[in-house]
């Protein structure tokens, strides 16, 4: 660790702050298109914050504003404790930031790669050395370091992407859908990466269109719309939000004497079917009425082999938000 990043960090706990970055009334103009339009929000310390939204909803402005990369018209940013239009060079040396581009050199080797980025941020000698091998571990190419990357497949280049960018040993990682159009093993590859640094105490932000990975990897979940926050909580806290209702999936035998109408009859039931040997019931979530219907099944002879109950995807409740599918 550098002696900025010590700094940051030091000046981190003495404010004993647990938000390592806040954003504040946040907007971005370009010409007459609103890109960001107010938004608020909080990142923990050691969590990551999946921020989904559809193309065009503003997530990569956010991200750049708070990578420094671009200036915001309004609002206030802070990272670490630092206001970020005052110590952006500061902010700079704290955070790790994965493009949506590749930013590698395609001509040296992937370790040169790492050590290059790495050195910007004055790492030097077994330090150095430690960290790039780190880096290129975490990210499954530590036994390809010496290959050129214009030889590797687009999902070694991402994941070389971000071994430059976090060899430093950030405390915040910023990633801007660094999954786009690569292969499933190494998506998966990245999505442990992810885990691994936040196993050590790193902050992400990791900005997506894939639900699948918001849900496999987010502590907490942003859905933008607009340039706007459309919906914030955990998978399960979003999801309550906007459905209320919940599947209850039954696997029964002798069904015979089992009918629609009696399970219908239930307050909160809204939708059953009988089929098979299977019972589905959809019903209004906030009504306790399991052990009705379990009453109701078991009352007509019928024997329970295995239950089980779903609600609603975060697909849905993308739907049903923002009337609009994530990747059109
Ligand atoms: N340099 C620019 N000039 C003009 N309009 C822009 C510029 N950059 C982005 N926009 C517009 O601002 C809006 C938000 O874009 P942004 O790239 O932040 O969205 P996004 O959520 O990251 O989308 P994607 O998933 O496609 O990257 C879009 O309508 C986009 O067309």
Redesign the pocket.
Known sequence: MNLKDEELIQKSEEIGMNNMITVKDLE?N??S????DGINFVVNKGEILGLL????????????ILATILSADHGEVTIMGHDLKKDAKLIKQGIGIVP?DLAIYEEISAEKNVRFFASLYKLKGHQLDNQVKEALELVGLYDRKDDKPKTFSGGMKRRLNIACAIAHQPQVIIM??PTVGIDPQSRNHILESIKTLKSRGATVIY?T?YMEEVEAISDRIII?ND?KIIAEGTKEELNQKVNDEITYYFSVNNLDELSEEQLNRISGVTKVKIYDNKVEITSDKSIDNLNEIIAVILGNGCKIENMSSEVASLETTFLELTGRSLRD
């Open positions: 971005k370009y010409q298109k609103k890109a960001v939204g559809p193309n065009g909803a503003g997530k990569s402005t956010t991200i750049n949506q801007d859908e900005s269109h933008m340039g």
